[in-house]
């Protein structure tokens, strides 16, 4: 009965001690003209919004990169992916500019697809 007493109270000292951050609204991002300058976003940010507004960034990120390679497809499946490790790698990186951990990102599943750009 101790052991679970003590379990439970380092998992509440734990869950009080570890910093927990409000999520925010993409729309805290907007300029006066209500544009978002996407190339100045971090990865802090990106961390801190709502899924559906992470959902909505990776959708235009990937359309942006996809029309620079003049590729007129979307792969769901890859999609989600690629999103989901964008957020782990900005939330071990959150001083990192989006744009920045996507360029890692995208060149580390190039790499798993054995894809290597000159």
């Given at each position: 009965?101790?052991?679970i007493l003590a379990a439970m109270a380092v998992?509440?000292?734990?869950?009080?001690?570890?910093?927990?951050?409000?999520q925010v609204p993409l729309t805290s991002y907007v300029d006066a003209n209500g544009f978002i300058d996407v190339q100045a976003l971090t990865?802090?940010?990106?961390?801190?919004t709502f899924q559906e507004d992470a959902d909505l960034l990776s959708a235009w990120y990937s359309g942006w990169y996809n029309g620079l390679a003049k590729k007129h497809f979307l792969d769901l499946k890859k999609g989600k992916?690629?999103?989901?490790?964008l957020i782990?790698?900005?939330?071990?990186?959150?001083?990192?500019?989006?744009i920045e951990a996507l360029a890692v990102v995208f060149k580390d599943e190039r790499a798993k697809l054995g894809i290597h750009l000159k």
């Amino acid at each position: 009965m101790s052991k679970i007493l003590a379990a439970m109270a380092v998992s509440i000292v734990c869950a009080a001690s570890s910093p927990v951050t409000a999520q925010v609204p993409l729309t805290s991002y907007v300029d006066a003209n209500g544009f978002i300058d996407v190339q100045a976003l971090t990865c802090a940010q990106l961390a801190g919004t709502f899924q559906e507004d992470a959902d909505l960034l990776s959708a235009w990120y990937s359309g942006w990169y996809n029309g620079l390679a003049k590729k007129h497809f979307l792969d769901l499946k890859k999609g989600k992916v690629v999103e989901h490790e964008l957020i782990l790698h900005c939330k071990a990186n959150p001083g990192k500019k989006i744009i920045e951990a996507l360029a890692v990102v995208f060149k580390d599943e190039r790499a798993k697809l054995g894809i290597h750009l000159k």
